[in-house]
């Protein structure tokens, strides 16, 4: 009983992140929405930072786990990198309540919410950074920083993904693979 | 006289928009800090939009002129386009109308702001792409899509330069420029 309650609050907070973004919900709104008594919230969650960093948190094991699980051992390390970044920045683009907090940070710059899309990040370069040390390890690509690789994979990805399909419409995944490939694995170089 | 007083008004708007910003400048404003009366500016510029659009031209055209001096034709593709973007990004940081301008982009979003940012980075990638252009020619680099090229060699350079300082430090010159042969032009792989 207790546990679906919890889940009951945890669903309609993530309904109303989702819809009206961090800074416009309110402790009473979600307990209209799941139809409990503002207490039961406060049984739970000591406050709406504590509700949000339980929901926040999930979402990014979630992320983490689909990121997990296209990762094949039998392929290159470009492949599942690319497998990877695509995946988690798929993530981003499908799931409304990340919608949502990308908006609320890019319009309304709410700390709260910039410290989630942060946290999310560095996520996503912790799990690249421990595949890129591995690649480093057996050879299969060139000494570098870790941490900056992953970085700079990222970045190229989200410009790819998010600023060059604005103006230009948007790339198939094969075609990210391929720019991938070209532009940071093999290199412009012809010598 | 006309020509002196012109160049007056247009100092003042410099000053006043590096300051204030666009949205925040107004015509009263520009005339008060070039010490003429509101009329005269009228009789160079019809209104707010003319004025930053004759500054933010010439602001653009002095960044163009920097970036081909840089300009070295006894070096490598890859030399020339880290000077080139590296010169083009230092323009961006130490000039305070472009540091306010961007600031004001990014946290009031004004339109006519955004746009002149849109300007400024199109003139990059063109500058980019003509480079990329000749040196696919030349097959010293890989065919590749120009612009796209030259766009993901700017987003590279912005993070590195912008996004990652900010949590890491400052990267020095020769840093970038190994970074982007690393990343960019030799590629990771070892094989």
């Known amino acids: 009983m207790a546990i679906d309650r919890k889940k009951q609050v945890l669903e309609a907070a993530t309904n109303s992140f989702s ?12 307990a ?9 919230i406060y049984t739970f969650f000591k406050n709406k930072e504590e509700l949000f960093d339980e929901i926040v948190s999930s979402l990014i094991n979630e992320m983490k786990r689909e990121a997990e699980e296209v990762i094949d051992p039998q392929e290159t390390f470009s492949e ?45 370069i912790e799990f690249l950074s421990q595949r890129i040390e591995k690649a480093i390890a057996s050879e299969a690509i060139k000494p570098c920083n870790p941490e900056m690789t992953a ?8 410009s790819l993904i998010f600023d060059w399909e604005r103006a230009h419409g948007p790339l198939d995944k094969d075609e990210i693979a391929n720019l991938f490939e070209l532009y940071l694995i093999k290199g412009l170089s012809n010598r």
């Open 19 to 30: 819809l009206f973004g961090y800074k416009a919900t309110t402790m009473d709104q979600v």
């Open 80 to 124: 599942n990198v690319h497998r990877a970044l695509f995946r988690m920045l798929e993530f981003r683009k499908e799931h409304k309540l990340t919608i949502k907090l990308y908006q609320e940070a890019r319009e309304m710059g709410t700390p709260a919410v910039s410290e989630v899309i942060d946290r999310m990040e560095e996520v996503v």
């Open 32 to 40: 209209k929405l799941a139809n409990v008594g503002k207490g039961t």
């Open 151 to 158: 970085f700079v994979m990222l970045k190229m990805y989200v």
